[in-house]
């Protein structure tokens, strides 16, 4: 049975933590300071949707399908996008806050993030080439055997990333940045 289509809608304050979204697909629809935090939006489709000054934190969003979804501060802490269906996967980030969240072992060179708090995010095993994390906070955020070819790191701050344990080539960093590659030797730098 296919599931019901919602196209163009606009959802304005709504708690989903009492109102529950209804299983279907959305498409061209906006959210906009709506709260989902604990919500169930496992398996449902967003396609080109806005989620805009919304709560996603701890949401259930295993199977759920993002297909060219904007983010625009929003509070997403906790979410697990590895468990996301990974068809068509595209999101992009402005001005969110994404703790604790994970994208392990996923394909993300599609993945547009701009001035956001990714602190404590789990990149290990993921595909991130291309990916400029434009004056991104990575504070603690985990990159283990990702590949990060031709990353842009240049507006960055506070990431640690092991050479010896991720692919880089190509990736871009500022000097003031350099420091965030060389931590696991716990050397000094300065003067």
Do not use: W
């Amino acid at each position: 049975m296919q599931p019901k289509l919602i196209e163009e809608q606009n959802f304005k304050k709504i708690n989903f933590r009492k109102e529950k979204l209804p299983k279907a697909d959305y498409e061209l629809c906006t959210f906009e300071a709506c709260d989902f935090s604990n919500s169930d939006l496992s398996k449902l489709r967003f396609a080109e949707c806005g989620f805009k000054d919304c709560n996603l934190s701890s949401a259930n969003i295993v199977g759920t399908s993002f297909q060219e979804v904007r983010f625009e501060d929003c509070k997403m802490f906790g979410l697990h996008f590895d468990k996301c269906d990974p068809f068509g996967f595209e999101i992009s980030l402005e001005n969110c806050q994404l703790n604790h969240t994970s994208f392990y072992k996923m394909k993300l060179n599609t993945f547009k993030v701009i001035n956001s708090k990714l602190k404590d995010v789990d990149f290990t095993e993921a595909n991130l080439s291309g990916v400029q994390f434009e004056k991104c906070d990575l504070q603690s955020a985990i990159f283990e055997r990702s590949i990060l070819e031709k990353c842009d790191f240049r507006t960055a701050s506070n990431y640690s990333i092991d050479p010896e344990n991720n692919k880089m080539k190509g990736a871009k960093f500022s000097l003031k940045g350099v420091v965030g590659l060389l931590e696991k030797y716990k050397i000094t730098i300065g003067k």
